[in-house]
């Protein structure tokens, strides 16, 4: 018996050390096509798509994923890592920004925003076209539970 539920222990710890060792993605992104599939193959299933729509959605998908994937990120090359260590300062400290480049930024980012509202309308412009009233329907309703949840998502991390 105590053979056993060290076997058990040990295989669960190796287990444990190996799910450790798998490469994570980083800030690496699939390409857009990739995406684009991936989107389509999920609302397919979840929307009970026909051949002839799930080709539509697909080009449409991949217009969207392209448009996304084309838009500059604007951070700077040392926002969100402690391994930029330029100045010798601490672990996990970067330099301030200046007003010029926050304001720089902030332009960067409501030009962005715009442009993906642009985009995202379109997209929704044309799922009308592709989707019957009923699927469409679902697919509003999904979209506003998944935007409540990440409201609510949000609000809690903030209160952490």
Known sequence: MK???LLLVTAFL????????????????????????????????????????????QEANLALMEKMGN???????????????RSGKKEGRRPQMTDEERA????????????????RTAYDTQLQKIMTKDQYAAYIKNMKDRQAKMESGRKNSRRK
């Open 71 to 85: 838009m500059s990120m604007s951070r700077r090359p040392d926002m969100g890592r402690g391994d930029n260590n």
């Open 104 to 119: 720089k930024m902030k332009t960067e980012m409501e030009k962005n925003r715009k442009e993906m509202e642009t985009a």
């Open 14 to 57: 190796m287990g444990g050390m190996a799910m450790a060792q798998q490469v994570r993605r980083g800030d690496k992104m699939p390409d857009p096509k990739t995406r684009a599939e991936r989107m389509t193959e999920r609302m397919v299933k979840e929307y009970s798509l026909n051949d002839t729509q799930k080709k539509q959605l």
């Open 3 to 5: 053979k056993i539920i």
